[in-house]
C-alpha cells in the first residue's frame, strides 16, 4: 500500500484500513488507526507505520480516541480465536475440552469463552457440536456405519450417537445414510445476498440448513445431501436475517 493511497485511507477515515497501517501526526505526538475520529492533520505532518511498536520508537504516544493499542489486542485475538476454530475443524473427532481449546488460545476458560462467543456468535461447545455433525453426515454420505461414523465425528458409542443426533439430522443416522430414503421432508427457501439459503425440516427436527454460492437455482441445492426423500413441500420464505461479522 503506497503512502499516497494510505493519506487517502485517512482522508476517508475509511475503517477497512484499520489494522492494516497506523499514522502518526508529529505536531500532537500521537498515532491513529486510519479510522480515527479526530481533526485530519495536515499530510506534511503525517507520518506512516506498520505497527504501534515502531511508532513509539519515534516517540509518538497512542490516540486516546481511535486507542490503537486495544484494537490491536482485539485483532489478536480474533485471529486466535480463528485458529481454535480451523483446529476444531480438523479434529472434531478428537475429545476437545473447554480447558484444552482455552490453552490453545492463551486464554483462560472464561475469557476464551466470553470472546469466543463475541467472534463467532455460538458458544465453543455449540461450535464443536455442529463440526462433529459436519463430520458425521460426510462419514454417513461416503457409506460408513452410524456407528463408525459416530465414533469418528467424535460422538462416542453407537447409542449416544442416535441419542444425541437424531434431531440434529432430522431422521436417524442410518436414515440419513440410506440417503433420507422414506423421511418425508418441508424446506424453505429463500434467496439472499449470501446465495440461496435453504432450511430443511421433519417431525423429527432439523434436517439442514445451507446456503449455494449466489447464482444457484433454488431447485438444484434441493437435496445433493439427502437424494432420496419421499416428499417435499416447498415454500419461500421473503427474508433472513443475518449476524455478521
Ligand atoms: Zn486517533
Not at 432439523?206 to 415454500?235: D, E, K, N
Request: include cysteine; hydrophobic fraction near 30%; aromatic fraction near 8%.
Amino acid at each position: 500500500m503506497s503512502d499516497e493511497l494510505k493519506w487517502e485511507a485517512v482522508t476517508k477515515r475509511d475503517a477497512a484500513s484499520d489494522g492494516k497501517f497506523l499514522y502518526g501526526v508529529i505536531t500532537s505526538g500521537v498515532y491513529c488507526r486510519p479510522s480515527c475520529p479526530s481533526r485530519l492533520p495536515l499530510r506534511k505532518n503525517v507520518r506512516f507505520y506498520d505497527d504501534a511498536t515502531s511508532a513509539e520508537r519515534d516517540g509518538l504516544r497512542a490516540c486516546r480516541r481511535c486507542r490503537p493499542l486495544d484494537a490491536t489486542m482485539k485483532d489478536r485475538l480474533i485471529e486466535r480465536i480463528r485458529t481454535v476454530c480451523r483446529y476444531i475443524d480438523d479434529h472434531a473427532g478428537e475429545r476437545l475440552t473447554l480447558a484444552s481449546l482455552s490453552r490453545r488460545a492463551h486464554l483462560s476458560a472464561f475469557h476464551f469463552q466470553r470472546t469466543f462467543k463475541d467472534v463467532v456468535g455460538i458458544t465453543p461447545k455449540q461450535y464443536v457440536e455442529a463440526a462433529r455433525m459436519r463430520t458425521l453426515k460426510s462419514k454417513l454420505r461416503e457409506g460408513q456405519s452410524a456407528t463408525d461414523a459416530g465414533y469418528d465425528a467424535g460422538f462416542g458409542s453407537g447409542s449416544r450417537v442416535y441419542e444425541r443426533v437424531d434431531t440434529r439430522l432430522g431422521m436417524t443416522p442410518k436414515q440419513y445414510r440410506e440417503g433420507g430414503k422414506g423421511v418425508a421432508i418441508s424446506y424453505a427457501v429463500s434467496e439472499t445476498p449470501l446465495g440461496v439459503m435453504m432450511i430443511g425440516a421433519t417431525d423429527r427436527g432439523c434436517a439442514s440448513c445451507s446456503s449455494t454460492p449466489p447464482g444457484t437455482s433454488c431447485s438444484s441445492v434441493s437435496s445433493s445431501s439427502i437424494p432420496r426423500l419421499r416428499s417435499r413441500r416447498w415454500q419461500t420464505i421473503a427474508t433472513f436475517s443475518f449476524r455478521h461479522g
